[in-house]
């Protein structure tokens, strides 16, 4: 290890590089116990492999360091800008903290916890789970991101040895869509990540549904990432559904937890008096739970040597909430912590929150597929549709209807028949063509309220109906000082449930696709669900499931069911708008998207759609 200018951190440095028998060099500093002096970085030798640089300005030394080839450098502190930091022959963790250097116990047993957080601050907590047994098997500080970043040591965690589980403090996301990549990684070498993630509010949600998508496990809080990183990295993943409260005292706790539990979706049984050997030999029973509500020596001494000792018997969670205030007693400090099989919680809140998040995380590991193989990249060359669409787009200007649903057409959306016309004798020609009964609307990219404006007309049946009404659209547009592009006449579509597929651009995730109750059932019922492209079909179909309205698609009160598949079909082919044109919209959306009888399809009844300015702002 190289160490380049001085100051704070530089004596933890050399500590940690000593305490693992690598050799130090100080450049151009003095040579001391351990660390050799050399003038230069050009007098270090080849094998230097780490470098740490310390001062108000490490600019010149990374490029130094980058000119000889050598791997990695870690800046602790400085003030150049951190973008100027990248992008050479040598790899740049920082600006961070001398945190990182902080030792690791090695004389922990089990599959250990490796933490990633942007400040030794931010991940104390985390670093203190070896204070109660638990081995912390790699602690990255990633300070401003300068060049690697939380993606690039999620993704290192994941294919180390003996990691059970990555513990992540994303504050803030540097690059939304690496960390996905690093996730996706994660989740297909079956590592867990759990994440605690700080996004703008409107940001946020959306997060919250991407890592889920790609494998992470979000949680809301700091003691929750913390109990909940413990359990996914000690268990293994269930073998049953079934949790048993097991309960040997007079306290009557494991009913409550039981309950609480229930609550929470949980297949959840208070087992009182049953015995540990019965309860975990029961191939119903994926989960042993044990509350504890207060040290009660020399029972709870006991029963603390009998969940440790039945934990070494057996690959299902055993699990403690151990109510003590205190947290000082033998039973809770040696026995239960020094056991790496047993997870110990100190609030039954957290124990349900971590075994939600550990039911969950396996359910959809199980199912797991890459959302980015068949993805298509940049590298690609236009697709068909990409083709078709690109002529429609404006750049920096809202598209008509008629050119937002040729765009949806473009890419296999089904949308009405319909003509653009300009006269009354041509409306009347478009309706015999499209076919009766027929729908008017005024046409303009900058209408968005035609109903309201009384430009809308539906359910005309004649000739005579479609000439009076063209002239009264463009008699109310003319009166309202509105520039039409024509009158639309579309072939009416009925029965069935409105629903919306939208495409949006998130300052911070980039190009989302949004599903839900769309027209006028979304006035009543705000109801959607979001995905992050690249997703498959699974993915689409999950959306759609936990949506509030989904049981109004499967038909209620003998009504039949709708076209479920055509309504993820259409998500799939929004998607892939979004990967591939996603940089060139703002928005874009079938609304509303009816939903017929299975069979029948869905059909975009309205669409909008507006282009990002050439300059992508």
């Known amino acids: 290890m190289a160490l380049l200018g001085a100051g704070g951190g530089r004596d933890a440095a050399v500590r940690w590089a000593l305490g693992r028998g690598a050799r130090v060099y100080a450049v151009r500093g003095a040579a001391e116990a351990g660390v050799r002096s050399v003038p230069s970085v050009s007098g270090l030798p080849d094998?230097?492999?780490?470098?740490?640089?310390?001062?108000?300005?490490?600019?010149?030394?990374?490029?130094?360091?980058?000119?000889?080839?050598?791997?990695l450098a870690v800046v602790l502190g400085g003030s150049s800008s951190a973008d100027r930091l990248r992008g050479g022959a040598t790899r740049v963790l920082g600006p961070t903290d001398a945190d990182l250097f902080a030792p690791l116990r090695d004389d922990l047993p089990g599959p250990g916890v490796a933490v990633v957080t942007p400040t030794g601050a931010r991940g104390r907590h985390l670093?203190?789970?070896?204070?109660?047994?638990?081995?912390?098997?790699?602690?990255?500080?990633?300070?401003?991101?300068?060049?690697?970043?939380a993606a690039d040591l999620l993704a290192y965690c994941a294919e180390q040895p003996g990691v059970g589980a990555v513990a992540c403090h994303l504050d803030p996301v540097h690059d939304a869509p690496a960390l996905f990549r690093a996730a996706d990684h994660a989740a297909r070498r079956g590592v867990p990540v759990v994440a605690l993630a700080t996004a703008a509010p409107a940001t946020a949600p959306v997060l919250d549904a991407a890592l889920r998508q790609y494998g992470v496990v979000p949680v809301g809080s700091p003691d929750q990432l913390q109990d909940t990183a413990v359990l996914l990295a000690r268990a293994r993943p269930p073998r049953a559904d079934g949790i048993a409260v097991y309960d040997d005292g007079p306290d009557g706790a494991a009913a409550h937890v039981a309950a609480l539990a229930s609550a929470a979706g949980l297949p959840a049984a208070a087992r009182p008096g049953a015995g540990l050997d019965a309860?975990?030999?029961?191939?119903?029973?994926?989960?042993v739970v044990c509350p504890v509500p207060a040290p009660r020596p020399p029972h709870t001494d006991?029963?603390?040597r009998a969940l440790a000792d039945a934990a070494e018997t057996t690959d299902k969670p055993v699990c403690v909430i151990w109510g003590s205030p205190a947290g000082t007693e033998a039973a809770y400090r040696e026995t239960l912590l020094g056991s790496p099989r047993v997870v110990t919680f100190r609030t039954t809140g957290n124990c349900v929150a971590a075994l939600a998040a550990y039911a969950g995380h396996h359910r959809r590991a199980a199912a797991y597929r890459s959302p980015f193989e068949g993805a298509p990249s940049p590298a690609d060359p236009p697709s068909?549709?990409?083709?078709?669409?690109?002529?429609?787009?404006r750049p920096g200007?809202?598209?008509?209807?008629?050119?937002?649903?040729?765009?949806?057409?473009?890419?296999g959306v089904r949308v009405p028949r319909e003509q653009l016309v300009t006269s009354a004798a041509a409306a009347v020609r478009a309706a015999a063509q499209v076919g009766y009964p027929?729908?008017?609307?005024?046409?303009?990219?900058?209408?968005?309220?035609?109903?309201?404006?009384?430009?809308v007309r539906v359910g005309l049946t004649s000739a005579s109906q479609v000439r009076d009404t063209y002239r009264d659209l463009t008699e109310i547009a003319r009166c309202d000082r509105l520039d039409l592009e024509g009158v639309l006449v579309c072939q009416m579509v009925e029965r069935g449930v409105e629903m919306a597929v939208r495409l949006a651009h998130d300052p911070l995730l980039g190009p989302t696709v949004t599903v839900g109750a769309g027209g006028a059932l979304a006035e009543v019922e705000a109801d959607t669900a979001v995905r992050v492209p690249p997703f498959g079909e699974r993915e689409a179909r999950a959306a759609l499931d936990g949506l509030r309205v989904r049981r109004l698609l499967d038909g209620v009160r003998g009504g039949a069911p709708l076209d479920v598949d055509a309504l993820a079909e259409t998500v799939l082919r929004v998607?892939?708008?979004a990967l591939e044109l996603g940089g060139e919209l703002v928005e874009l959306a079938a609304d509303p998207l009816l939903v017929r009888e299975r069979g029948q399809g869905a059909v975009a009844l309205g669409a909008r759609a507006v282009c990002r300015p050439d300059d992508g702002g």
Do not use: F, M, N
């Open 47 to 71: 094998d230097v492999d780490l470098a740490v640089v310390l001062g108000d300005d490490p600019l010149p030394d990374v490029r130094q360091l980058a000119a000889r080839e050598i791997p």
């Open 127 to 149: 670093y203190a789970l070896q204070d109660v047994g638990v081995r912390v098997s790699y602690w990255a500080v990633t300070g401003a991101g300068a060049d690697l970043t």
């Open 279 to 287: 309860l975990l030999a029961d191939p119903a029973v994926g989960v």
């Open 302 to 304: 006991r029963l603390a």
């Open 384 to 393: 068909p549709a990409a083709r078709r669409a690109r002529p429609l787009l």
């Open 397 to 411: 200007r809202r598209l008509s209807e008629h050119a937002a649903k040729q765009l949806l057409r473009a890419y």
């Open 438 to 455: 027929v729908v008017l609307k005024a046409s303009a990219p900058h209408l968005e309220y035609r109903a309201e404006l009384g430009l």
């Open 575 to 577: 998607q892939r708008v």
